[in-house]
């Protein structure tokens, strides 16, 4: 059933809204942020990166956020501390255990 010619203009328009809050709503899902008092400096830098990157400067801003926060608030894990960390006997415990778990049993594969 076609809907009536007066009424086409109308449904457009509600999918088009539609279509504009769904894809508002997703984009908003996001975190956003306003940030005051960007000193002149750090706001010449980020937009010199912009040019040259021929990133937009949007971009720009988040891949220094994300770096910043890599470098300051996430530690990297290289297992330092649990380098030697366990006696020789336990080493050697530990590495029984395995052994024993490579052990294939043909029975079970037979």
């Not at 002149?40 to 956020?65: H, M, P, T, Y």
């Amino acid at each position: 059933m076609t809907p009536p010619a007066k009424l086409l203009p109308r449904i457009k328009t509600i999918t088009i809204d539609m279509y504009t809050k769904y894809t508002y709503n997703i984009y908003m899902k996001k975190k956003q942020y306003t940030i005051r008092n960007i000193p002149e400096s750090v706001d010449n830098v980020l937009k010199k990166r912009s040019q040259e990157s021929g990133k937009s400067f949007n971009q720009v801003v988040l891949e220094a956020i994300i770096i910043g926060a890599k470098n300051k608030l996430i530690p990297e894990r290289n297992f330092n501390e649990i380098i030697g960390s366990i006696s020789e006997k336990e080493a050697k415990e530990i590495e029984q255990e395995v052994a024993l778990q490579r052990q294939i049993d043909l029975k079970l594969w037979s």
